[in-house]
């Protein structure tokens, strides 16, 4: 095991002992079987983290008040042109 998997590991028992669980250590003595959910958290940490900042920038638009202002000559604001197509992009939705 690397350092820095190591101290990524180390990280996981504090939080796991913070919260009243078992170290991931005492759950599984196996290296690859605490490096596999070491990797597992990680990707989800990666996956939530990509979500939370599409949303975010969804939640941007849909809070900028200059996106309720009217267009010029179309007499629609970006929101009412955008049609909630920002907020399903942010959520996956292909519809």
């Not at 504090?14 to 079987?33: D, F, H, L, Q």
């Not at 958290?41 to 809070?63: D, K, T, V």
């Not at 009217?70 to 959520?91: E, K």
Request: glycine content about 6%.
């Amino acid at each position: 095991m690397t350092n820095i998997e190591q101290k990524a590991l180390e990280l996981v028992n504090e939080v796991c002992r913070e919260r009243g669980r078992p170290e991931w250590m005492e759950i599984e003595r196996s290296n690859s079987t605490c490096e596999d959910a070491l990797c597992r958290a990680i990707e989800q940490h990666e996956a939530l983290s990509a979500e939370n900042e599409r949303l975010r920038e969804a939640l941007l638009f849909y809070a900028n008040n200059k996106n309720y202002r009217y267009i010029i000559g179309t007499g629609c604001t970006s929101v009412d042109i955008d049609a909630g197509d920002t907020a399903r992009a942010a959520l996956g939705d292909t519809k």
